[in-house]
C-alpha cells in the first residue's frame, strides 16, 4: 500500500478592518513612519478594536471563509487545532469554543502554543495526523489578538504586530502532491529573550505584576534579530538541499513575517529572487501564529499544482523550523 500523503485543499484568512498606521503610532510612542519602514518594513497593522471580542472571533471568521471558499462540511472535520499565543482565557481551550461556533460538532480540539513557529509546527501535526490514516480532515488555525498583550507606551514592541487569522484544510492528498518534509527545532535558551513575565505559574497575577507592566510582551529585539536571521535561514537551506533541490527549483518561499530584514536574509541565503518570496509585513506586520496561513490565502490566486514551497519561521521559546510541501491544487 502507498504511504498517505498530507495535503492542503483549502485556506482562509481574516484581518480587522482597522488599519494603525505608522501616522498614528507617531501620535502614539517616539517613533517615525522612516524607522519603522527602513527597520522593519511594517506600514500598517490591523487591530481588533472591539474590547469584548477575542482571539477566537479573529479565528471563526477565518475558518468561515475557508469553509465558503471551498463549500466544506464542518461537521465532517475531524480535529480542529488552534495555534496561538493569545487563547480567549488561560484555561478553556479556545480551540473547543471555535470548533463548536463553527459547526465541527464531531472534531475533537486543542490549542497549541509555539509562539511565532506555532502554526509552522501545528501544519506538521496535520500533516501526521492525516499520514497515519488515523483522521481524513484537520483543520489548522493559527490566530492572535496581539493587541491584547502590547504596551502601547513602548515602542520597542508596538509598533512591530498586529491581529489577524488563517486558516487551512490538511486532508489526504488525490495526486501526489502535498507535505514532503520538515525540520523543526527549539531552544530554552531563548525564553529570555521575548516572553510575558506575569500571568503564568512562576508569577501569577497580582497588583505588583500590573503595576511593573509584567502582562505585555517584552522582547530584546536586537538579540531575538540575530537568532532568527542565522537560524531560519539555516532550515530554510537544509530542507532545499537534503530534498535534493536547487534554488530553480522551489517556487515560494512562505516566510514568517516578523521583520522584512530577516525574510530577506532568509531568501538570500536561498538564493531565491524577490518575486519567488511572499510578503505582505507591510499591511499585516507581524501576526505571530497568523503570518503563514495569511501568506497563503494572498497568494492562493497565484499557487499552481505542484509549486514548491519552503516554509520557514522562528519565535519565541525560541523555536523555529521549515517545512517543504507541494502545492495540491490549482486555483
Ligand atoms: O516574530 C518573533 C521573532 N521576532 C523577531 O524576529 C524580531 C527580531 N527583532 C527585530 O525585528 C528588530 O530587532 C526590531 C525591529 C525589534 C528593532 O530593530 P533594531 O534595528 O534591532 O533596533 P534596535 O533595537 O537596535 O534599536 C536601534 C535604535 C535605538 O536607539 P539608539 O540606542 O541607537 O539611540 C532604539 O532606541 O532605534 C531606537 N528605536 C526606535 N526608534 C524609533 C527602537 N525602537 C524604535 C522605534 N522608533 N519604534
Request: aromatic content about 10%.
Amino acid at each position: 500500500m502507498s504511504k498517505i500523503k498530507a495535503a492542503i485543499t483549502a485556506v482562509g484568512s481574516y484581518a480587522p478592518e482597522y488599519k494603525l498606521t505608522n501616522a498614528i503610532l507617531e501620535t502614539m510612542v517616539d517613533t517615525n513612519d522612516e524607522w519603522i519602514q527602513s527597520r522593519t518594513g511594517i506600514k500598517e497593522r490591523r487591530i481588533l478594536q472591539d474590547k469584548d471580542k477575542g482571539t477566537s472571533f479573529l479565528a471563526i471568521k477565518s475558518a468561515q471563509d475557508l469553509l465558503e471558499s471551498k463549500n466544506v462540511d464542518p461537521a465532517t472535520i475531524d480535529l480542529v487545532v488552534v495555534a496561538t499565543v493569545t487563547p480567549d482565557m488561560p484555561v478553556a481551550s479556545t480551540a473547543a469554543y471555535v470548533a463548536t461556533q463553527i459547526g465541527a460538532v464531531n472534531a475533537f480540539s486543542f490549542d497549541l502554543m509555539a509562539a511565532c513557529s506555532g502554526f509552522l509546527y501545528a501544519m506538521s501535526l496535520a500533516a501526521s495526523y492525516i499520514e497515519s490514516g488515523r483522521y481524513k480532515k484537520v483543520l489548522i488555525i493559527g490566530a492572535d489578538k496581539m493587541s491584547s498583550i502590547l504596551d502601547y507606551t513602548d515602542r520597542s514592541t508596538c509598533i512591530i504586530f498586529g491581529d489577524g487569522a488563517g486558516a487551512v484544510l490538511f486532508e489526504p492528498s488525490s495526486n501526489e502532491y502535498g507535505f514532503e518534509d520538515q525540520i523543526l527545532k527549539s531552544d530554552g535558551i531563548g525564553r529570555e529573550f521575548l516572553k510575558i513575565d506575569a500571568g503564568g505559574s512562576i508569577l501569577p497575577p497580582s497588583h505588583q505584576t500590573i503595576d511593573d507592566k509584567l502582562h505585555y510582551v517584552f522582547q530584546d529585539g536586537k538579540t531575538v534579530f540575530k537568532y532568527a536571521v542565522s537560524n531560519m535561514a539555516s532550515v530554510a537551506e537544509e530542507i532545499v538541499i537534503r530534498n535534493g533541490l536547487t534554488n530553480e527549483d522551489v517556487d515560494w518561499l512562505v516566510p514568517h513575517q516578523a521583520n522584512k530584514r530577516i525574510i530577506d536574509a532568509t531568501a538570500k541565503r536561498v538564493n531565491l529572487p524577490e518575486e519567488k518570496v511572499m510578503m505582505n509585513i507591510e499591511r499585516y506586520g507581524n501576526t505571530t501564529s497568523a503570518t503563514l496561513p495569511l501568506l497563503l490565502k494572498e497568494y492562493e490566486p497565484k499557487l499552481k499544482k505542484g509549486d514548491k514551497l519552503v516554509f520557514a519561521a522562528f519565535g519565541g521559546g525560541f523555536t523555529w523550523g521549515s517545512i517543504l510541501l507541494t502545492w495540491a491544487y490549482d486555483n
